[in-house]
């Protein structure tokens, strides 16, 4: 599709499908909803999304998507959560 290869339409697919983040939050300002169980919840899995998105941007950008591995998964997945974790740890 589009002249891409099937790895980047993969990709481009998922990082659209879940960038919907900003319009949400918005939504559940004007609703006054953010602090609601629901807009908690909301807020919850649409950060879960954008970590995944990252996620997918480091697999499949630049010369990895030609060179698909496990490592290719693995090591960008671990980078993320040590960062995660370096996040909640100086956090504290």
Do not use: C, M, Y
């Not at 060179?67 to 040590?82: C, H």
Request: hydrophobic letters at 60%.
């Amino acid at each position: 599709l589009l002249g891409l290869s099937w790895q980047n339409s993969i990709a481009l697919g998922a990082i659209f499908s879940l960038s919907s983040t900003a319009l949400v939050l918005k939504l559940l300002s004007d609703e006054h909803s953010e602090n609601a169980p629901v807009g908690k919840r909301a807020t919850e899995v649409l950060v879960f999304q954008d970590i995944v998105a990252i996620v997918l941007l480091v697999v499949f950008s630049g010369d990895s998507a030609q060179n698909f591995s496990a490592a290719t998964v693995i090591i960008p997945i671990v980078k993320v959560v040590l960062a995660a974790l370096l996040v909640i740890i100086a956090g504290k």
